[in-house]
């Protein structure tokens, strides 16, 4: 079987599937194009492909991106969305063998090893959306809550760079995906600002309750920074330090989880929920802590979304006016 041959099952697989495949075929043979660089032939394809790792793989992204002159992160996504499909189909029809590439691109997204992880935290770094800050979709906050889990639920690993660079940085995304606030705040919080007993936290002055996931993961957590400092801050980093007001590795851990690096889209999403809970602008401004730019945004956000149901309820009504029909 040649590589063309192998693409072409690939797609009417996904077909069959009722799958969009717009695009594949081009993605696809912008690959084989990568690999012709690489003195890749129909005899060598599969043997070639068989020793490939996420190396390779971001290696064929940046010769994408120069290729295509790419400057989108949604472009770039959907390029190597190609690529996964296809080489999990390849590996597991047979076409090529590559326990490596198949398990670096099964492995947990906090493991050094996560093809997802590494190939996110390039697009991040070098891409860049024309909606940077636009406001997290239900489904990529649910799967962000999902991965800060995984993360924070991997026990008895102590490592500095895990504890500063994925451990923290996930439990400080599940406070914002909480609370909302403003990511200059988080670094002033203090231990007392923390009550395990009664599962709370208070941030600028309101008294809130956590939940119980949260809760054991704080407490797994202050068992960490125990041996580490005495330090009054709440988040820390390894060396007892508190941790800077930038978002530095919190962005990057994001960035790694998502792509994006966006910390205000995460903010957003919350005051948006709590905007359609009834909570008051005021109330929400002074417990996040956020300027009236970003509660406007939301604001805008979901008055956007009231006129298009307003205006698709007076379409409906209109056509069925006794009218209509003859006019």
């Known amino acids: 079987m040649n590589y063309l041959e192998s693409i072409n099952k690939f797609i009417a697989a996904k077909q069959e599937a009722f799958v969009q495949v717009q695009g594949y075929e081009k993605d696809l043979l912008i690959f084989w194009r990568f690999l012709e660089t690489k003195k890749v ?12 790792n996420t190396d390779l793989v971001l290696e064929c992204l940046k010769f994408y991106v120069d290729f295509n002159k790419v400057n989108s992160m949604s472009t770039a996504n959907r390029f190597i969305s190609v690529l996964a499909e296809y080489f ?3 590996i597991e029809h047979q076409h090529i063998s590559n326990k490596e590439l198949y398990e670096e691109m099964n492995a947990p997204i906090y493991s050094d090893r996560s093809f997802r992880a590494r190939i996110n935290s390039w697009i991040s770094k070098n891409l860049k959306d024309k909606e940077a800050t636009r406001i997290f979709s239900e489904s990529e906050i649910q799967k962000l809550i999902k991965d800060c889990n995984d993360t924070l639920d991997l026990l008895n690993n102590e490592e500095s760079d895990y504890f500063d660079k994925k451990f923290v940085p996930a439990l400080i995304l599940k406070i914002l995906v909480l609370t909302g606030m403003k990511y200059k705040k988080v670094p002033k919080l203090t231990l007392s600002d923390l009550n395990l007993r009664y599962g709370t936290i208070k941030i600028n002055n309101y008294i809130i309750h956590m939940p119980h996931r949260l809760i054991d993961q704080f407490e797994m957590y202050l068992s960490l920074r125990e041996d ?12 007892g330090d508190q ?10 851990f994001l960035g790694s989880l998502t792509t994006r690096t966006d910390i205000q889209g995460i903010i957003k999403y919350v005051i948006v929920q709590m905007l359609g809970k009834g909570i008051s602008v005021d109330i929400i401004s002074e417990f996040t802590g956020v300027g009236k730019t970003i509660i406007d945004d939301c604001l805008n ?3 956007k979304d009231l006129f298009n149901d307003r205006n698709t309820l007076l379409d409906a009504r209109i056509r069925e006016l006794n009218t209509f029909k003859h006019l």
């Open 228 to 239: 580490k400092t005495k330090s009054n801050f709440l988040f820390i980093k390894s060396n």
């Open 88 to 90: 999990q189909f390849a």
């Open 301 to 303: 956000f979901i008055n």
């Open 41 to 52: 032939n129909e005899d060598t394809w599969n043997h070639v492909l068989g020793g490939a």
């Open 243 to 252: 941790i800077p007001e930038q978002t530095s590795n919190t962005a990057y």
